[in-house]
């Protein structure tokens, strides 16, 4: 099982941009769906973007499409969220999550993953 650390989170100003890094030890990403969720106190995980386990198919939440873009450097065992544009909603705890046993159906579930990074921290305001 992987372990997952992420970083870049931030406090930024609306229509900003940051850009937030999910690395990856304790063996490769392949075969895992990879997603990255955001969580604000007192509400359910959301999902945010994410890959397949294939990592042939992207995914998007509603609320981000447009402004957010996830990729990964597969040799250095990193996946990344690029987030521009910036608004007060977005900010929440970002937390990245593999999985080796989601299927399409449930990619957007965080109880699908089995691996967790401990969390950044974004904040937007003016």
């Known amino acids: 099982q992987v372990q997952l650390v992420e970083s870049g989170g931030g406090s930024v100003q609306p229509g900003d941009s940051l850009r937030l890094s999910c690395s990856a030890s304790?063996?490769?990403?392949?075969?895992?769906?990879m997603g990255w969720f955001r969580q604000i106190p007192g509400k359910e995980r959301e999902y945010v973007a994410g890959?397949?386990?294939?990592?042939?198919?992207?995914y998007y939440g509603d609320s981000v499409k447009g402004r957010f873009t996830i990729s990964a450097d597969n040799d250095k065992k990193t996946v990344y969220l690029q987030m521009n544009n910036l608004k007060p909603e977005d900010a929440a705890i970002y937390y990245c999550?593999?999985?080796?046993?989601?299927?399409?159906?449930?990619?957007?579930?965080?109880?699908?993953?089995?691996?967790w990074g401990q969390g950044t921290q974004v904040t937007v305001s003016s």
């Open positions: 890959f397949s386990r294939t990592g042939g198919y992207t």
């Open positions: 999550a593999a999985g080796r046993r989601v299927i399409t159906s449930e990619i957007r579930r965080h109880r699908a993953y089995d691996s």
């Open positions: 304790g063996g490769t990403l392949s075969g895992y769906a």
